[in-house]
């Protein structure tokens, strides 16, 4: 398991090699380290596939900075169960999908409450999705289910149907409010939640999000941000904001009350306090995953967590992952990290509880 203040890197394949591929699906741990590709053998050993070698890890680690801790074999991750295998049924306490609401500034937003098998209480977590939200993540949400978690998916305000205008602020709100409902009491006795036990993890801008409302809530139990974009520097490189605002004005369909030029504005205002770098004071001691991609957003995250160990965060995980925004053909490489951080929380913040 990896631990506190860790780093590791999954990249590509040299040769085009999928994701690890294993023969034991019942297994509670499969052993085929995540960073290399390597697949399982009819031995149920771990057999690396031609073209991939320790040197090309290596090589990946030295020009993403992370040293030789990126290679260390002992940081090797295994993929677990819940991504390949699913729960036992528990007939009196079965997984479900729950049609849920709750009320964010006047505005009722539904929800999608994934429930986990098991008298629990479990663990809850709050999937943030980004900006429109084309990707919403419902495998990684599956897979944190099979590992013992609740899971939240929604919709912000002015966003895919939902009622009321977007904004970045009243997506701030909306978060706020979804912590809130899953914390309530009624709410917490009905689905089996810990309300103590309240995870936001979140992609893109709801990497973002993630990091405003956990710098900001010490009740949280952890936060996950993947490939956060920093709308505090938006608009600092005249170049990326325009590719940024170009690629926005086609995307926003989803959207309602606002434009893209709207929302720089927005993020101008602002200013420096959406900066997430400079949130590392009120984050430096929460349970916290970083998850960087080869994207747009990768040098802010990767100030923010050399930000975060230069303030000594105690329990930071940082791992960067060769891939797109949407980690589209790194998605078991994904989860295997998000299940891997969840699992390594404190045993009053794991979400399995059967």
């Not at 996950?224 to 605002?245: K, Q, T």
Request: hydrophobic share 45%; with cysteine; glycine share 10%.
């Amino acid at each position: 398991m990896i631990g506190t203040d860790s780093s590791w890197v999954v990249p590509q394949s040299s040769r085009g090699h999928g994701p690890p591929v294993c023969s034991s699906a019942t297994a509670q741990r499969i052993r085929c380290p995540l960073r290399r590709h390597w697949r399982e053998n009819s031995n149920g050993r771990c057999q690396e596939p031609p073209g991939e070698s320790v040197t090309h890890v290596i090589i990946v680690a030295a020009i993403l900075g992370l040293g030789p801790l990126a290679a260390d074999p002992a940081l090797a991750q295994q993929v677990p169960a819940a991504i390949v295998a699913d729960p036992l049924a528990d007939k009196e306490f079965p997984a479900a999908l729950a049609v849920v609401s709750f009320s964010s500034h006047g505005v009722d937003l539904d929800a999608t409450l994934y429930l986990a098998s098991g008298r629990g209480p479990h663990g809850a977590v709050v999937l943030l999705h980004g900006l429109p939200g084309y990707e919403v993540n419902g495998d990684l949400a599956q897979a944190i289910r099979r590992a013992g978690w609740n899971v939240l998916l929604f919709h912000y305000r002015g966003m895919w149907g939902a009622g009321g205008a977007f904004s970045f602020s009243s997506a701030i709100e909306d978060t706020a409010e979804a912590v809130r409902f899953l914390r309530d009491a009624a709410t917490a006795t009905k689905y089996r939640i810990d309300p103590r036990r309240v995870i936001l993890i979140g992609h893109s801008f709801g990497g973002f999000l993630a990091g405003y409302e956990g710098s900001r809530n010490p009740d949280l139990a952890g936060i996950a941000m993947i490939s956060a974009v920093n709308l505090g520097r938006l608009n600092a490189d005249p170049r990326e904001r325009e590719i940024r605002l170009k690629r926005w004005s086609t995307q926003l369909h989803p959207v309602r009350g606002v434009t893209a030029s709207e929302l720089f504005a927005e993020a101008a205002r602002h200013g420096t306090g959406w900066d997430y770098v400079r949130w590392t004071g009120a984050l430096r001691g929460r349970a916290l995953l970083i998850v960087i991609a080869d994207d747009q957003n990768r040098t802010d995250m990767d100030a923010l967590a050399a930000a975060l160990r230069k303030n000594g965060s105690a329990a930071l995980q940082h791992a960067a992952v060769e891939t797109d925004h949407n980690f589209s053909d790194r998605r078991i490489a994904l989860q295997t990290i998000v299940l891997g951080w969840l699992e390594s929380l404190p045993s009053n913040a794991r979400g399995a509880k059967n």
